[in-house]
């Protein structure tokens, strides 16, 4: 059966990424491509590597024509998806890309985005896009808020292990490195590559990365206390890819076992055996996670790593993964593209 | 109907590459990986990004049992591809990604290649394995040679034009421009990383580039006369992509129409609307090749230029490509996948 | 004895790369820098790179006070430069790095540049800033002009060659590599790292290039009639650097005797012994150019390819060369550092 | 007064950023280089990027004549630096590079590095080459032992906090990124172009890094009992830099003014204003480090990040820092060369 897809903002990455998804898709067809700046324009202007596809025309938000679309994904700036989704048909299912429906706490949307949500309701209503985890909710949603890069990422390390009590929750440290593409097509300065190809640097460090607020709203539901994690992220000169190292502590072997047999019957995580590493190459182009554990010298001490591509995985290879189930599809149709390395 | 595939060599970029695509190909079963230097070692260690897959162990190649295979790639060094086709069971079909056979003539062999050829028979015998303009006897063959990345990729820009009589054929000059992957996972100081990965530098330059050999064969059969190319790569820090720059002589709008009339049908081949120039980055991880035609301000000068993914159609796709055509599947079976970008 | 200098236009590259340079320079003072969008800002926010020199703090151009300064450089948007130096006080030297005062002819800069030139006596005094060339003549310049990265590049592949007449003047074709940062601090989405670090593709193809008003102007001097060259820049993923691969019909020898002979005294122009290839790796962070010579297997055909930093030896390395000269220094003080590789 | 230099395995890259270094220095001359595998090459041959500069012609190190030599830089390989220096003229002073002299406990040294020391008595004479920490006894050194690079960039992150007591001594955590020039010139697969290009993966993590031996060494002299951290590097495809992000539990403002009074008067190390992050592009092919200070949402948690160029002040920077100090020069002399960026 063809489901009929509309993306509204389809000219930035991961509504590029949506795309090439789907062209592999054996049952989504899309129908309507948004991009507000880039209206009139060919997805083949904009993006030339679609350039074989047949694609609708980008058209304004506006004259989205939602008659007949079965699923939306929404991959707007944060505040517009909110104002944009509620206005939408209620027969249209939505997976939200950005950041909107991911807090489920409207004081601490306005805390992490600075302004409230227009929207509480759907907010309630949504649920959380990390599909591992909220599978069955997310088969019967009509609204899926996808996670941030960096909070599926390391969420994909810590779950199990805060859900299974293994390690310190009082002594956390993600520290992230990041691929530019987690910042879109924004234009700034820092973000040329002439500033970028040779630097490593820090940036939204201190703890005011808004990927924070899914983190102290998941970490809590699970612990049944608050947990604070520490989270640095960095930029690194690789397109692709989120390599989160997550120190924690207990112990390195329990660590292991506890991700490996939570994830054992997961598609698309892979836990490497214990003491081997994940690469952030390893897993470009692809739905797949990778995750690490290596004990320490240092007894109590164990570093979990993660590694995911953020524009697939940790965005819309995520969200073609939460629509499969929304859509009665088998969850991984579309998604099984082996990583491209080198 | 599954077809049982034998990969000898699996453990270079061309091998992995090849696991890659068949990863996504609807009914290619691998039943065996040969890698001498790795015998004993499974993919996932040799090349973790393959790690979700079902794979057998790597074997040597003496250990490669062919009862049962129906299609053996062979992604070997030159010189030992043609010893170990030659004693291959009749029953098997070869596609040899090396270019132990892209030469027919022994002679122009030995002046490439430093070496006579141990297998003339098959040397004889065996398919150019450029795709678009070898499709009817590539279905036939028992034994495809794939092409040179660099000489599949000028090709496309060339070839039609030389057939078509458009071009001045004694002023044809290609500037390339290739990603390292090209020259394998072979352990040389100037391809490491730190001394790519700043420079841009020529190399095999002068008209010793091996690849020649292919053009002369080829461009001389189309024309009826010996055409000779000037042909000049460069190492660029990109892993993946050739792009061709071609300089020739005739009318610009001739050559586009030429080009977009001898592709128009082709599922791989993309020629962009005149003037546009295509870019590496937007068929990467494809079998896709896109080609540009411009004009200059000089009357009578026009530069084709030609973008592949070196190791998936320079050389895995391709060979994928072709095994569809010999084992009676749709040429584009697993070959579809849109590119990687950013 | 010191010399005040002023630097108009501090915020982007080419004037980063002047403070660079001049932190080494024995007599070089700097004591404004103005940048119109960043005025108030200190050097060091805007470029942490050079935080460790006491500079003044940026302010805007009708901030500056010219009294005192010995030379401004001036690396400012074409067609503002025209209109800041017409005013400048009479006592002041003058490099421009901007294309302002490159062209002779009023006609050609409006024929390249879109408008008519407002100080076209300006425009008639200022020297062509290639020092090899007109050193003397910028030794007593007011006003010099900085020449076009890609232009200084193929010139000094070129010009000795045309002017001993050794190759075919109505065939000359240039195919160069260029880093991003020829493109400048400007916010465009194809410089991002995004889009360039994977990517290699032409632009400003088909003879439409500013810079080949320079290579008209200069050639038909050196040869005493019109020598009009193709010209085709392509982008690749290396922050600095030029290799321009210029394909010429002459003697491989004798091209290479003659650049040889050349360049045998100048400091700054290294010529490779016959066949080997220069990268642009090898001159990074430097004001050095590499030139090759090499012959093809097609007699009569030359290959010459000429490596510079685009920063440096093709902008503001030169410019401080320039300045030497103007102001009686050693032409080479603060220009001997060594290349930065790996 | 000139010094009469030599390098031993001069054929590296710390080998080459020596000669880059000391280009520019005013009173180093280079009279012998050692080479042993490339022995009879000019280092142009083995570095282009030196062509221009007048070099001795490498030899063996048997061949090095020693006499008029007044100190050796050895950028030996582990094991081999100690059975050469011993057998060293008493009147030559010496930097080495590796590791043979940085940990003076011989018990450690086997532990660390698997075998037994053959030059104890030189072990115990060696000066640690950390200059800004031991700059009074290189002074009057014969013997210095160059730091290992991830040592010296986390070591100005932290010496002056375990100095002044003001973190928990127990709970140090550093997270490293680093450019692969740090793995030298060796051949690897994972460290060619095609694999690093675009991954980002951790290695020797666990605790198993060598570098470990030294911080044990000097925290523990520092803090007059063990200080135990734990530590993991991470290769970022990025030539050059080290970032060091260093996690610590203390005060954030008493951290960095700390950091801030103990370098105020250092001519290299830079401290950024409490709050901002340093990257390695700003440091790139200079002898500077970067530190930067920042607090964290969780009360009492603090970020201490340090930037420096591996192969400079990490390396070879640092050893022309020393032997200045070793030979009667300022310390500055040949080192304040601005950082290359973009």
Redesign the interface.
């Known amino acids: 059966m063809t489901h009929n897809i509309a993306i509204l903002g389809a000219s930035g ?1 991961t509504g ?1 990424e949506l ?2 998804i789907i ?2 898709h054996p049952s989504f067809r899309i129908v309507a491509l948004s991009a507000d700046r880039k209206a009139g324009m060919t997805m083949a202007e904009v ?7 047949a694609l609708p025309t980008l058209v304004s938000l506006d004259e989205v024509d939602f008659a007949g679309v079965d699923l939306v994904f929404a991959a707007l700036p944060h505040g517009l998806s909110q104002a944009i989704v509620k206005d939408l048909p209620a027969s249209v299912k939505v997976v939200d890309l950005g950041a909107d429906f991911r807090l489920r706490d409207p004081a601490e949307y306005e805390k992490w985005y600075g302004a409230a949500h227009v929207a509480t309701d759907l907010q309630k209503e949504a649920v959380y896009g990390l599909t591992e985890f909220y599978r069955d909710d997310i088969k019967g949603a009509r609204l899926v808020a996808g996670t941030g890069c960096n909070a599926a990422t390391v969420q994909f390390a810590l779950r199990p292990l805060i859900a299974a009590n293994v390690i310190d929750l009082d002594d956390i ?1 993600c ?1 992230l ?1 990041n691929g ?2 987690g910042a879109g ?1 924004s ?3 820092n ?13 939204a ?4 990365h808004r990927h ?1 607020g899914e983190f102290d709203q998941e970490f809590a539901a699970i612990a049944g206390r608050p947990v ?1 994690i ?1 989270f ?1 992220p ?1 930029l ?6 989120i ?1 989160a ?1 997550c ?1 924690v502590k207990g112990d390195p072997k329990t660590v292991h076992q506890t991700l490996a047999h939570a994830y054992a019957e997961e598609p698309f995580i ?1 836990v ?1 055996p214990f ?1 081997q ?10 739905n ?1 996670a ?1 995750i ?1 554990v ?5 007894s109590g ?1 164990v ?1 979990v ?1 993660a ?1 995911v591509d953020n524009l697939c995985k940790g965005s819309s290879g995520q969200a073609v993964q939460n629509a499969n189930l929304m859509l009665g599809e088998d969850e991984t149709a579309g998604l ?7």
């Open positions: 990455y590029a795309v090439r062209a592999g993006y030339p590597h679609l350039r074989h596809l440290l520290d490195k530019p593409t097509r234009l700034k300065e973000m040329l590559f002439a500033e970028r190809s040779t630097d490593v640097q820090g940036y460090q201190g703890g005011v924070l604070t520490q640095t960095h690194v000169p690789v397109n692709r890819g390599l190292s120190y892979v490497l003491g590493q994940p690469g952030v190459g390893h897993v470009t182009g692809s797949f990778h690490g290596t004990g320490d010298r240092i001490r570093l790593t590694a099984m593209m082996a990583p491209v390395f080198p």
